[in-house]
């Protein structure tokens, strides 16, 4: 898991690295800018492209004018450089550098007004006029310069964040620039993994510019950033003797006469993500297509459930499909009264605990739920901004001692001791209908397996994106169905 910071603290890694590796600022500045260079310039092959960079007069410019001077001497043959010139104040790295630069042939230009812009033509734009140091909306001259340098046509890149987005909290503004491609230093940003960032980024890169690691893994910061190797060192290996009762039983409260799809996929995906035996509990006409399309998933009509000694279960989940009657209501109230171990409560589960505050305020410790963003406000209330949701978020998991898993692009997984964990995996092809009652069933199936709660949850959602983002490199659109194939292979992939 890595340590993922703001923008003070990484402000704090830089000045430890600089005074305990120890490196000058300087030269901090030239290694990072000399990574930029080298990621870029495996993208960008043909030498001969126009490249202009824009350059602020602080660390981020400092950056800017250093990538110049680099790609210069790396044979990029039409390298030139405006130094947006709004203001006096400059650092002493960007002041060096540009002492740097005037030793080169590479034209400098002032540029003191944004009109002067006018009739511009570049196939590159680098972007280098505000890094993470942003602190208040630009003003109107930098907003001006902005809005006129996305109208450009060139591919456009920028060095640490795009200008004008802050590396987290709420937007300043609406004007930023529109880039391309990111390259930034060390860590991903908060601000690129909410969807606030989308319509201003359509990819980013991180390359690591040797900061200290042992400084920032040791920062008290909340969030982390789960990527592949934190899972394959999780997953159990399966020993010899090990039978169906050490896997557990997962029970499935899912389906109704219209929906029992979800369901069968909730039910498919349990069993496909090693839980020993999976039942599910749906309306008596799921009876056939369940016997048909899963022989291995066991059925427990509605009607038993009632009689049915919870306690056998080692996971229940509840709410794929589950629509939001009475029926559903009375289940929920059941569930929460009897069975005291965590239950993954999803969809109609989910929207039925939003139109009853107590009850959701009585569903058993470390629970879990795993509302999308509308779901999410449906239970907590109206957000117009993620970061307002984050804040919910965070609140209302340690005030329930339960997990919420926010479901996007980069899902969030929020702790009842305050953690923050992002999920690196996904693909935008997994936009489809059904694919959160596959998470579900897997977070459920891992927790019956004696997961402890939070690597379950982990687990499943990178194992779930991971698997998604993989088949979105060959199709549009990944069918749920298709994803649960893959999960046995993937698991026993990714643990050899
Ligand atoms: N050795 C290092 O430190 C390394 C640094 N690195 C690079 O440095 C970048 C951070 O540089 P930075 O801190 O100098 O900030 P940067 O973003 O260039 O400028 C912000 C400054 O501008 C101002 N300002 C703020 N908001 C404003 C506004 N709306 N409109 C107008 N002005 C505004 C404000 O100053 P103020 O006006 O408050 O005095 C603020 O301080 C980082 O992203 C990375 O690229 C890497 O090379 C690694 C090594
Ligand atoms: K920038």
Known sequence: MLKLLNAEQTKLADQYTIENEPIPSLELMERASYTFVKTFSERFLDKKKTITIFCGKRNNGGDGLAIARLLHQDRYEFVDVVIVDFSDKSTPEFDANLIALQQTDVSIFYLKNPEELEGKQTDVIIDAIFGIGLSRELDQSYQQLIEKLNLLSGKKISVDIPSGMPSEGRLYGNVIFKADWVITFQ??????????????I???????????EHFIENTASPYYWIWKKDISDHIKVRKSFDHKGTYGHNLIIAGDIDTMGAALLTAESSM????????????????????ARLPEVMYLSRENLDNTDLDKYSSICIGPGLGKTEEAKAIIIHLISTYKKPIVFDADALNILAEDENLLSQIPLHSILTPHIKEFDRLFGEHHNCWDRIETAFRQAQKLQSYIVLKNR?????????LCYFNSSGSPAMAI?????????????????DYP???????????????GEQLGQKMYVVPPTKLIKQIPYVIKDLKS
Not at 433 to 449: E, K, N
């Open 453 to 467: 709660i939070e690597n379950a949850i982990i687990i499943a959602v990178f194992l779930h994106g991971y698997i």
């Open 202 to 212: 359509k990819e980013w890169k991180v390359v690591n510019i040797g900061l200290n």
């Open 410 to 418: 980069y899902t969030m997984i929020f702790t009842p001791t305050g």
């Open 187 to 200: 860590r991903p940003k908060l601000n690129f993994l909410l969807p606030l960032s989308a319509p201003y």
């Open 433 to 449: 209908g059904g694919m959160g009652d596959v998470l579900t069933g897997m977070i459920s199936s891992f927790i019956a397996q």
């Open 272 to 291: 496909k993500s090693g839980s020993g035996l999976t039942t599910a509990c749906i309306p008596q006409s799921g009876i056939t297509a369940l016997n």
